[in-house]
């Protein structure tokens, strides 16, 4: 970020990813048993994996992930190729509409759980790492109580994003960084 202005970034186009990668593969294992990375789409992890300096497989890649964004397409590559997906503001962020949707409303009162339960237990359910941030006490109590939902449950919540917007955490970057296709 620049200091003059935190809504920009400094970006120095000489450089990528890829080149980033490079350096974090040769961190002493002493030091650091596993790394990641953030942020990369579809087509930035295949070009990063087909990259003749690639030699390790990133631990996880921490996106943004909740119902109006599942990333279905992003979750299902990692998932392939031995990626650990973390889902950043999986409750979609102070503010969000998510635990505020009539879809969520209405599944958690059917099960008897909190909206935000709900969403956590759905991204749990799908094998994702949540983390969602909280620094009430019992939110943060709460937040450990994971259901196994059942699978028409899952479905509903799994296509909300059709209906309702998608991205909730918008920042330019100024270069690409969110570059997949969009679902539909």
Sequence with gaps: ??????????????????????????????????????????????????????????????????????????????????????????LGSTGSPLLKDETILELSKELGISPATLAISWAVNRKVVVLPKSVTPSRIESNLSIVQLPNDVMEKISLIYKTQPRRLLCRDWGIPVFNDEIET
């Design 1 to 90: 970020m620049r200091k003059d202005d935190p809504t920009k970034f400094d970006n120095d186009y000489d450089w990528d990813f890829v080149k980033t990668w490079e350096l974090v593969q040769n961190l002493p294992s002493s030091k650091c048993r596993s790394v990641g990375v953030s942020n990369m789409s579809v087509t930035n992890l295949k070009i990063l994996l087909k990259a003749p300096s690639t030699t390790k497989i990133p631990a996880c890649n921490q996106v943004e992930m909740h119902p109006y964004l599942p990333q279905h397409a992003l979750l299902k590559f990692c998932q392939e190729n031995g990626i650990q997906v973390q889902a950043y503001s999986p």
